[in-house]
């Protein structure tokens, strides 16, 4: 009779179990949000795709050599704008410097969060791009998916883990 009870109750068990997260990883899985169109302007896209009201935008950009490693050639300095932004917690796009076909020579993930306030309400910086062939650059590129979510996956938490993430980011060879 035992036996009988036992395994009366086990699908009862394990819908138990899946329900509270114990249970395999069948339940957790992981989302990449859609790279969006790179450009000198972006709207910032969260991860539904979905416009939070934030503008970024390279405001200009040359290629010189950076002052704290002038020996290292010419890098791509560039500086940009965040309007509509919290200053505190706002959201982070990857820049890219780029060539005539818009191949990615080395990117980076610039934070609004980093930017100075200014009196107009926009949050401003400058940053490099340490490149391998400078000569090579005809323009600096913004992808505006926000980069600053920084969710757990289920590798690192298959409890909690999950969900939507934002796409991997960019880097030197992927076509924009």
């Known amino acids: 009779m035992f036996p009988a009870r036992v395994l009366a109750g086990a699908p009862l068990a394990l819908v138990i179990l899946a329900l509270s997260g114990c249970s ?9 949000a859609k790279r969006g169109e790179a450009d000198v302007r972006v709207q ?5 795709g979905r416009p939070p009201g934030v503008t970024a935008e390279v405001v200009d950009w ?3 050599p950076h002052p704290q490693v002038p020996s290292e050639g ?10 509509g932004a919290d200053e505190a917690s ?4 990857d ?4 060539d005539k076909k818009r191949m990615a020579l080395g990117c980076r993930t610039i934070h609004s969060s980093e930017a100075w306030h200014r009196p107009d309400g926009a949050l401003t910086g400058d940053d490099w791009l340490a490149v391998e ?7 600096v590129l913004l992808i505006p998916n926000d980069q600053s979510y920084d ?3 289920c590798d690192q938490d298959i409890k909690d883990g999950g969900g939507m993430h934002p796409p991997k980011p960019a880097s030197q060879g992927d076509q924009l």
């Open 133 to 139: 062939h400078p000569e090579q650059v005809a323009g």
């Open 44 to 48: 910032v896209e969260d991860l539904s």
């Open 95 to 98: 820049a890219c410097a780029v």
């Open 24 to 32: 395999s990883p069948w339940g957790c899985t992981d989302t990449m």
């Open 90 to 93: 706002g959201p982070a796009v």
């Open 62 to 64: 040359r290629r010189e």
């Open 74 to 83: 010419d890098q791509v300095h560039f500086h940009y704008r965040f309007d």
């Open 151 to 153: 969710g757990r996956t």
